[in-house]
């Protein structure tokens, strides 16, 4: 199944070895859904992780109460849905935020692939010291082979 993936640079613009690049899926995370608060708080989304351990909360409390259970399993529900929708676009707000730079949006099926699209993409450039010297081949300086065979095969001339 093919998702996006978004290239964010780090502040001041990417290193040479592109170590601080990040690729992020935008879509769906299931460990956002199943623990919503802890994956927020993983990402360092300190306030929406309080937002959603309070709403959890609230939501467990509801559901002690008789007759209040469906609201309560209805607030937990909606906030582990919400995390697990959005918690990707928070994170990357928080990173546009300070300073990183989207780069590119790249679509492939994992994020191995997209990192392989995203960096062949890429030109390194290196200085002129650091460049490997390669040899200069003259095409010109082959004689003529004519119909020989080489490695003392024989030719196959189409006859015996």
């Known amino acids: 199944m093919t998702s996006s ?13 592109h170590e601080k690049t990040r690729i992020i899926r935008d ?4 460990l956002g859904f199943l623990f919503p608060w802890i994956w927020l708080a993983a990402h360092r989304l300190w306030l929406h992780a ?3 351990f309070l709403l959890q909360s609230l939501g467990g409390a ?12 209805a607030i937990s529900f909606g906030t582990s849905l ?3 929708l959005e918690g990707q676009n928070a ?9 990183w730079e989207e780069d590119a949006l790249v679509s492939a099926d994992s994020l191995s692939v997209a990192e392989e699209i995203y960096f062949s993409e890429i030109q390194t450039e290196l200085d002129s010291e650091s460049r490997v010297p390669s040899p ?13 065979t080489s490695l003392g095969l024989f030719g196959f001339d189409g006859g015996r």
Not at 27 to 30: E, K, M, P
Not at 91 to 99: C, E, Q, V
């Open 5 to 17: 993936y978004l290239v964010l640079t780090a502040p001041g613009g990417a290193d040479i070895t």
């Open 27 to 30: 879509g769906f995370t299931v």
């Open 50 to 52: 309080v937002a959603a």
């Open 62 to 73: 509801l559901m002690d109460q008789p007759g209040l259970w469906p609201l309560g399993a």
């Open 82 to 84: 919400l995390v697990a």
């Open 91 to 99: 994170r990357i707000r928080n990173l546009l935020s300070k300073g």
């Open 136 to 148: 200069h081949w003259n095409s010109a300086s082959r004689g003529d082979r004519g119909n020989a």
